[in-house]
């Protein structure tokens, strides 16, 4: 991050970081170069920038990397092809074989299939511990771990971690804290300045913004930590495209409006919820009942766009509600303008059916997008007729 960046409010970050205009041509926006590789001066002679192949680096890139790491607060920013690439890449430098992880019993599918099924075949082992109990994860920690993977607020059931607790605990232990960023965005968490080491994103969500577009990211201060990713994004290849860049570069420029008005519309909704005669439970750290209420109002500025709700009656009514939405999209995914329905045990988190860390079915993930809340809280009322 430059001088005058670390002096930058949030929002100006988003716009400016990383962003000058175009020495050459005066474009006020970065532009998609679209190009593998770049003319050198002479054999081994790199121009200045240091640009030479676009697996490497890539300006387009560069600027996205620089937003990113100005907007976490971090000195690196990486991004990948998908927030799992940034996982495996994070897992894969961060461990070695006969080493062991701390993960929550909540993680996102995704991340729990990584570790279950490819990081175990690697001699890598795992332990899933509920992550808001401090004391559970302290008695988790082996010789060994050299790991702590969290969620907060985790995917799906919302819940709170203690982010500065964890990353005393892992600094007690030696080990590393990656916090998953994706749901609580660096507008409203900053997960560096509480202690963690690495913040990870999928960047196919808020910070994209706009659900057309998959990547990941992963954010650091630590100098060795981003060389060892670095490296390892390169051998592997596990990059996005100019274009992708690009996306995700525009879409955050509007995250911090973007995040105010889910939080909004997710407060109406939660409001709609609350005490209806069909819902057992909702999930949300806003609440003031839920357990992690008070740690995510001392680290995140809001609550966010994401609401879970177990739903009377089992399974089969929450399928059906699912079928019932009009503006409620069905389907995978978060953290776009548009609001989506989904079933997490069995779409998203179905990858954990059978494990400690399955869903129960009548559970529901909104991400509630930013219509008009009017709007959003007619469709589910009536969805659950
Ligand atoms: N982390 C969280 C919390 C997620 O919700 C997801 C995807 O849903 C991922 C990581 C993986 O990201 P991607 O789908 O971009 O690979």
Not at 43 to 69: C, F, H, K, M
Not at 173 to 196: E, H, I, K, M, W
């Amino acid at each position: 991050m430059g001088d005058d960046t670390v002096r930058w409010g949030f929002e100006t970050r988003a716009i400016h970081a990383g962003q000058q205009p175009d020495p050459r041509t005066g474009s006020v926006i970065v532009p998609i170069y679209a190009t593998s590789t770049f003319k050198q001066d002479g054999v081994g002679g790199v121009r200045d920038g240091g640009y030479e192949y676009s697996r490497t680096a890539n300006p387009t890139r560069t600027a996205l990397e620089d937003q990113l790491a100005a907007l976490e607060g971090g000195r690196h920013g990486l991004v990948f092809a998908s927030g799992m690439a940034a996982s495996d890449i994070a897992l894969r430098s961060i461990t070695k074989p006969g080493d062991h992880v701390i993960l929550g019993n909540d993680a996102y599918g995704g991340t729990f299939r990584l570790l279950d099924k490819v990081l175990t075949l690697w001699g890598v082992q795992y332990t899933s511990v509920n992550l808001s109990d401090v004391d559970a994860v302290r008695a988790a920690v082996e010789p060994n771990t050299k790991l702590i993977w969290c969620e907060s607020p985790t995917n799906p059931l919302l819940g709170i971690a203690d982010l500065a607790a964890l990353a005393s605990v892992a600094a007690d232990a030696g080990a590393r804290l990656v916090v998953d960023n994706t749901f609580a965005t660096p507008y409203l968490q900053s997960p560096l300045g509480l202690g963690a080491d690495v913040v990870l994103h999928s960047t196919t969500k808020y910070l994209g913004g706009h659900s057309d577009v998959v990547g990941g990211a992963l954010i650091t201060s630590d100098d060795e930590l981003y060389e060892k990713f670095f490296f390892l994004r390169n051998a592997v290849g596990a990059v996005p495209s100019p274009f992708d860049s690009w996306l995700v570069l525009r879409g955050a420029k509007t995250l911090a409006l973007r995040m105010e008005r889910h939080s909004d519309n997710a407060e109406r909704i939660v409001e709609a919820l609350v005490g209806h005669p069909k819902v057992l439970k909702v999930y949300y750290p806003g609440l003031p009942d839920h357990p992690g209420h008070e740690i995510a109002a001392k680290q995140m500025r809001r609550f966010g766009g994401m609401v879970s709700v177990a739903v009377a009656g089992g399974e089969q009514v929450a399928l059906d509600i699912c079928s019932r939405t009009k503006l409620f999209i069905l389907g995978e995914s978060l953290g776009g303008v548009e609001s989506l329905i989904e079933h997490p045990g069995r779409m998203t988190h179905a990858s954990t059916t059978g494990s400690p860390l399955q869903i129960d079915g009548n559970v529901l993930r909104l991400s509630v997008g930013i219509e008009d809340a009017t709007d959003l809280v007619a469709d589910l009322l009536q969805a659950m007729e």
